[in-house]
């Protein structure tokens, strides 16, 4: 499903050394000209050795940058070879056969390869056999992922790591041009599982192989905005950032319940409804502004380079690549009545840690929060069953419906909570739920995958039709279900259960004149616990060591200020999130207007 963003104060306002900001290159005819400089002058010395690798993520321009450079270097009469790594690559069939193993049979899901690198498709022979440990009368330019694989990485006089956000990459996916291992044209029929469950370790992998190895960072997300980041200026720009709360651009995805609250908050040109919006999350970019002519951005994922700062010393070690959280908005707003079956999310079910573990290879289960951050009229959650139902015909009605026929009692099946505004819903793996519609709902979740995977398993989406982006209508074909694994989930409980257990209540922690904090009852297995904080002025708090995501959900504007530094800083507007990192600790919060403002406190337990 297309994906839209909004960068409004994204920008994450960081303090660091003009050595550093000075080193920052911008601009591909620069950054080609300042690394043709570079190779010149490693040349000229006269060794037979000026070898280049130009490294880097599925989508980036690793190849344009490779011309450029070559261009310029023929332009003073300086001889270069250029090779694309590709050339090294085994055959298609032999990379489809190893990539069947993480592709898997499922028609949903995959099995994660954790270990993989571009080095298990590449042939040692033809790697050797490029030569780089000969010397040449020539600048030698080898780029595309893998260029700087163990075989070669120790050959190379310089090594650029090229990158890219999620979303630009994923659009060219989408679009069938994107560029795969082992291929020299766009691969039209590369799926989703492919990247999300080989692909993505592989290139991942081969990052962190190469953190302290690769002598510059080029931020790549198109040609014409490149920026080239000498690595101890990337590393001053990662370190500074732990050091502050950690603001990201918002994305959006239409879909079947998708609503329009997001009209009156956010500024998303071509977003025809809104069914979710993610807040923070592994998934999305990271806006820095530098002080310099341009920001920068890159993945949140560059920052697990510093777990420890950013996650804890128990989490790194637990989940070495894992940033463990995340934060969805959910639209329900309807400007007119609109019928369950259109305002509803599926019903569905989440995993535990060990299902993840056993059949998919993931390291952390889905547990879910709905909190109600707006409430309207007709707010309502689906949860559990209703208490006399028949558990099995409800199985039976799911397996015989296969969302392609409606299932027309299904409210008999699935209870109904009126739900209001501060109302927290905790939502343990095999818990049967949806939201209802007519209610902001603010989700706090596990992410239980490195490359962001969601795991929900659809039993039932009331054989509707989906969102079509390119019409801008509910034309698209309906969704496909997960029923194996949703029943294979499945707790069956019942809406007692439900209102003893997974309506939180909540208590007052925290109470003086100028702020007061509550904090909502939680279960032993979910890994995370929920407050709040209200203040009209000001509040303080504290992330005792464990990362944390504020989220602003009533007021307009607040300032998060470090108390060991006020320099280390951040505002935020209503509903929008900072993670604050592990080794922030105490910080204050000041409100911007003269208004009652809450944040919602999500932190690790």
Same mark, same amino acid.
């Given at each position: 499903?297309?994906?839209?963003?909004?960068?409004?104060?994204?920008?994450?306002?960081?303090?660091?050394?003009?050595?550093?900001?000075?080193?920052?290159?911008?601009?591909?005819?620069?950054?080609?000209?300042?690394?043709?400089?570079?190779?010149?002058?490693?040349?000229?010395?006269?060794?037979? $050795?000026?070898?280049?690798?130009?490294? !880097?993520?599925?989508?980036?321009?690793?190849?344009?940058?490779?011309?450029?450079?070559?261009?310029?270097?023929?332009?003073?009469?300086?001889? =270069?070879?250029?090779?694309?790594?590709?050339?090294?690559?085994?055959?298609?069939?032999?990379?489809?056969?190893?990539?069947?193993?993480?592709?898997?049979?499922?028609?949903? $899901?995959?099995?994660?390869?954790?270990? !993989?690198?571009?080095?298990?498709?590449?042939?040692?022979?033809?790697?050797?056999?490029?030569?780089?440990?000969?010397?040449?009368?020539?600048?030698?330019?080898?780029?595309?992922?893998?260029?700087?694989?163990?075989?070669?990485?120790?050959?190379?006089?310089?090594? =650029?790591?090229?990158?890219?956000?999620?979303?630009?990459?994923?659009?060219?996916?989408?679009?069938?041009?994107?560029?795969?291992?082992?291929?020299?044209? /766009?691969?039209?029929?590369?799926?989703?599982?492919? @990247?999300? @469950?080989?692909?993505?370790?592989?290139?991942?992998?081969?990052?962190?192989?190469?953190?302290?190895?690769?002598?510059?960072?080029?931020?790549?997300?198109?040609?014409?905005?490149?920026?080239?980041?000498?690595?101890?200026?990337?590393?001053?720009?990662?370190?500074?950032?732990?050091?502050?709360?950690?603001?990201?651009?918002?994305?959006?995805?239409?879909?079947?319940?998708?609503?329009?609250?997001?009209?009156?908050?956010?500024?998303?040109? !071509?977003?025809?409804?809104?069914?979710?919006?993610?807040?923070?999350?592994?998934?999305?970019? =990271?806006?820095?502004?530098?002080?310099?002519?341009?920001?920068?951005?890159?993945?949140?994922?560059?920052?697990?380079?510093?777990?420890?700062?950013?996650?804890?010393?128990?989490?790194?070690?637990?989940?070495?690549?894992?940033?463990?959280?995340?934060?969805?908005?959910?639209?329900? @707003?309807?400007?007119?009545?609109?019928?369950?079956?259109?305002?509803?999310?599926?019903?569905?079910? *989440?995993? !535990?840690?060990?299902?993840?573990?056993? *059949?998919?290879?993931?390291?952390?289960?889905?547990?879910?929060?709905? @909190?109600?951050?707006?409430?309207?009229?007709?707010?309502?959650?689906?949860?559990?069953?209703?208490?006399?139902?028949?558990?099995?015909?409800?199985?039976?009605?799911?397996?015989?419906?296969?969302?392609?026929?409606?299932?027309?009692?299904?409210?008999?099946?699935?209870?109904?909570? =009126?739900?209001?505004?501060?109302?927290?819903?905790?939502?343990?793996?095999?818990?049967? *739920?949806?939201?209802?519609?007519?209610?902001?709902?603010?989700?706090?979740?596990?992410?239980?995958?490195?490359?962001?995977?969601?795991?929900?398993?659809?039993?039932?989406?009331?054989?509707?039709?989906?969102?079509?982006?390119?019409?801008?209508?509910?034309?698209?074909?309906?969704?496909?279900?997960?029923?194996? *694994?949703?029943?294979?989930?499945?707790?069956?409980?019942?809406?007692?259960?439900?209102?003893?257990?997974?309506?939180?209540?909540?208590?007052?922690?925290?109470?003086?004149?100028?702020?007061?904090?509550?904090?909502?009852?939680?279960?032993?297995?979910?890994?995370?616990?929920?407050?709040?904080?209200?203040?009209?002025?000001?509040?303080?708090?504290?992330?005792?060591?464990? /990362?944390?995501?504020?989220?602003?959900?009533?007021?307009?504007?607040?300032?998060?200020?470090?108390?060991?530094?006020?320099?280390?800083?951040?505002?935020?507007?209503?509903?929008?999130?900072?993670?604050?990192?592990?080794?922030?600790?105490?910080?204050?919060?000041?409100?911007?207007?003269?208004?009652?403002?809450?944040?919602?406190?999500?932190?690790?337990?």
């Amino acid at each position: 499903m297309p994906m839209y963003s909004d960068a409004t104060n994204a920008q994450n306002v960081i303090k660091i050394s003009d050595a550093a900001k000075n080193a920052i290159v911008f601009g591909p005819d620069k950054t080609a000209a300042h690394l043709a400089a570079e190779m010149a002058a490693i040349y000229k010395k006269g060794t037979g $050795f000026a070898r280049l690798a130009i490294d !880097g993520w599925y989508g980036t321009c690793m190849k344009e940058l490779a011309l450029a450079i070559a261009d310029l270097l023929k332009a003073q009469g300086i001889p =270069v070879e250029v090779y694309p790594i590709v050339k090294t690559f085994k055959s298609a069939e032999e990379i489809a056969a190893y990539k069947q193993t993480f592709i898997t049979d499922d028609p949903g $899901f995959g099995y994660v390869n954790k270990d !993989g690198l571009p080095a298990d498709l590449m042939d040692e022979a033809a790697v050797a056999a490029i030569g780089l440990d000969k010397p040449m009368d020539a600048v030698r330019i080898v780029y595309g992922s893998g260029a700087a694989c163990a075989q070669l990485v120790d050959q190379y006089e310089s090594i =650029v790591f090229a990158d890219i956000t999620r979303a630009p990459m994923l659009w060219q996916m989408w679009d069938g041009v994107l560029v795969p291992f082992g291929s020299e044209e /766009p691969k039209t029929d590369y799926m989703w599982k492919e @990247y999300y @469950y080989c692909d993505f370790y592989m290139l991942n992998n081969h990052k962190n192989a190469l953190l302290g190895r690769f002598h510059y960072y080029l931020q790549a997300i198109t040609w014409d905005t490149v920026k080239l980041i000498p690595a101890d200026a990337y590393d001053e720009v990662l370190r500074t950032l732990m050091c502050y709360p950690i603001k990201q651009v918002k994305e959006f995805q239409p879909g079947p319940w998708g609503a329009y609250r997001y009209r009156d908050l956010f500024n998303v040109p !071509g977003l025809g409804c809104n069914a979710w919006n993610r807040l923070a999350s592994p998934e999305l970019s =990271v806006l820095i502004d530098v002080g310099c002519e341009e920001f920068l951005e890159m993945p949140l994922t560059s920052l697990m380079k510093y777990n420890e700062a950013l996650t804890g010393k128990e989490l790194a070690e637990k989940y070495p690549d894992l940033f463990p959280m995340e934060i969805w908005l959910d639209d329900g @707003y309807f400007p007119e009545p609109q019928p369950a079956e259109r305002i509803s999310m599926p019903i569905h079910t *989440h995993p !535990g840690t060990d299902y993840v573990r056993s *059949h998919f290879n993931e390291p952390l289960g889905r547990y879910e929060t709905y @909190y109600i951050a707006e409430a309207y009229v007709g707010a309502n959650t689906w949860m559990g069953f209703n208490e006399d139902v028949d558990l099995e015909l409800w199985e039976k009605k799911c397996r015989e419906s296969n969302n392609l026929t409606p299932i027309e009692d299904w409210k008999d099946f699935i209870a109904n909570h =009126v739900s209001n505004e501060g109302d927290l819903y905790l939502i343990p793996p095999g818990t049967v *739920h949806g939201h209802g519609g007519n209610q902001m709902v603010l989700e706090m979740d596990t992410c239980p995958s490195v490359a962001g995977t969601e795991y929900s398993f659809f039993e039932y989406d009331f054989a509707r039709k989906t969102w079509n982006d390119k019409e801008q209508t509910m034309t698209g074909k309906p969704m496909s279900m997960h029923l194996e *694994h949703g029943f294979d989930n499945e707790k069956w409980r019942r809406v007692g259960y439900v209102k003893d257990k997974l309506r939180a209540t909540r208590h007052v922690t925290e109470w003086n004149k100028e702020w007061s904090r509550d904090e909502y009852s939680t279960l032993p297995e979910m890994p995370f616990m929920v407050e709040r904080m209200h203040f009209t002025k000001r509040a303080e708090g504290t992330n005792n060591g464990k /990362p944390q995501i504020l989220t602003l959900t009533v007021g307009t504007t607040v300032e998060v200020i470090s108390k060991k530094n006020p320099a280390y800083k951040t505002t935020l507007n209503r509903f929008q999130s900072a993670i604050i990192p592990a080794s922030f600790g105490e910080y204050e919060i000041v409100n911007q207007d003269n208004g009652q403002s809450t944040i919602v406190v999500f932190s690790w337990k």
